[in-house]
């Protein structure tokens, strides 16, 4: 069986808070039932799969486009590289600094037979929602085998501007 690919973006902002300004990276929540009640480790970058011979950049801007509802940012993303999750599915990442309303997010969805065995086949979100978080609370948020990509991007970060 071959590797499963995917690929996604890591937008990131930075906000006054609290007469400080606080990094805060995007991240959307994982839809269907599997999903619905819980909260950490259910997070990840928007992302989505792709086959061996197309252009991962290209296709993580698609999968942000229908996981979200809106295209990417239009501004420069750097590469975060590659990491594998506990499955042995390798995502593979780019970072930029942009705003986006995370609130205005509209999923596309997926057709899933819920509940199993039932024979019903119903239509989930593929993310419920997106929300901003410092990195942090990100750490604890995400699916555990993309956290690392939080620590790329603050060392991309510490190492000069992007």
């Known amino acids: ?3 499963k690919l995917s690929a996604g973006l890591l937008l990131y902002r ?4 609290d007469d400080k300004v606080v990094m805060e990276v995007l991240l959307a929540h994982m839809g269907g039932p599997f999903w619905a009640h819980k909260d950490d480790g259910a997070w990840s970058i928007p992302k989505g799969e792709y086959g061996s011979g197309d252009d991962p950049f290209l296709a993580a801007k698609r999968e942000f486009e229908e996981e979200l509802g809106s295209a990417p940012p239009l501004v420069v993303y750097r590469d975060l590289g590659s990491v594998s999750q506990p499955s042995g599915k390798v995502v593979t990442a780019w970072a930029a600094e942009a705003d986006f309303d995370a609130a205005s997010v509209v999923s596309n969805t997926f057709e899933l037979e819920w509940p199993r065995g ?3 086949m119903q239509s989930f979100p593929e993310i419920d929602r997106a929300s901003w978080f410092t990195p ?3 750490r604890v948020k995400m699916v555990r085998g993309q956290q690392q990509l939080i620590d790329r991007l603050l060392q991309m970060l510490a190492d000069g501007p992007m």
């Open 1 to 3: 069986m071959a590797q």
């Open 136 to 138: 942090e609370v990100a």
């Open 14 to 17: 930075r906000v006054n808070q």
């Open 118 to 120: 039932s024979g019903r």
